[in-house]
């Protein structure tokens, strides 16, 4: 069976800061790895994904995922913060059904 | 990104009617449609899955018979809830995966929210 730990529902991050959102994993054959962003009352939209090839994946808005088989991971990073950023983040495992984490709210402060 | 719609973005109704809620892709065929539940400040909860021209695929614990799920065209999904009851009042948002856009990749709607009085 798959499932997606996200650590932290809530992180907190001043502007310009560097935000890291962290997700795990768990799939018994190689999984798809997704990143989905949810603004309030909205459905999501998709920041990135990891499927074959490249471990390191860039997404929109400025926004990349490293996939790490051995530590089974794909942790969100941003290397500076802004407003716009704060958002729900959810990161989802895929063999063969979507399966989200809990979500993860990211708060920036001026 | 590719473009999924979903109609209406919100409806308020009284306890025992049916609410529809349509769900679209509007520039790809979508081969496969989802229907998600979602709670306040929670995640995404699958309730079914839904192949062109199929029966649906609901998930354990889900009614089929109160969550009536058809998807007749490549573009088009509805959800009916049937004789609505306050506790299904949610955020119910759908999603589709289809031929042109890639087969490895879920695009979501903007959800609908249905408040059951």
């Known amino acids: 069976a798959q499932s997606v730990t996200q650590l932290g529902s809530h992180v907190s991050v001043s502007e310009g800061a560097l935000v890291l959102l962290r997700c795990n994993y768990s799939?018994?054959?190689?999984?798809?790895l997704f990143w989905y962003v949810q603004y309030p009352n909205q459905g999501l939209q998709l920041l990135l994904k990891?499927?074959?090839?490249?471990?390191l994946v860039k997404g929109i808005n400025g926004f990349e995922a490293e996939f790490k088989k051995s530590e089974t991971s794909f942790h969100l990073t941003k290397p500076s913060a802004h407003m716009s950023d704060a958002a729900e983040y959810f990161c989802?495992?895929?063999?063969?059904?979507?399966?989200f984490g809990a979500g993860t709210r990211l708060a920036v402060h001026p | 990104g590719a473009v999924v719609s979903q109609h209406p973005s919100w409806v308020i109704c009284k306890s025992g009617t049916s609410v529809k809620i349509e769900c679209r892709s509007l520039?790809?065929?979508?081969?496969?449609m989802f229907w998600y539940r979602q709670f306040p400040k929670q995640s995404l909860m699958l309730m079914a899955t839904?192949?062109?021209?199929?029966?649906?695929?609901?998930e354990q614990g889900v009614e089929k018979d109160k969550f009536l799920i058809n998807h007749a065209s490549l573009t088009l999904s509805t959800l009916t809830v049937t004789s609505a009851h306050p506790e299904d009042s949610s955020f119910y948002i759908c999603?589709?995966?289809?031929?042109?856009?890639?087969?490895?990749?879920?695009?979501f709607g903007p959800g609908t929210r249905l408040t059951v009085l």
């Open positions: 999603s589709a995966r289809g031929s042109g856009r890639g087969t490895d990749t879920q695009y």
């Open positions: 799939s018994s054959v190689p999984p798809y």
């Open positions: 990891y499927t074959t090839g490249a471990t």
């Open positions: 989802a495992v895929r063999v063969n059904k979507l399966i």
């Open positions: 520039d790809f065929q979508a081969t496969t």
């Open positions: 839904s192949n062109e021209g199929s029966k649906a695929t609901y």
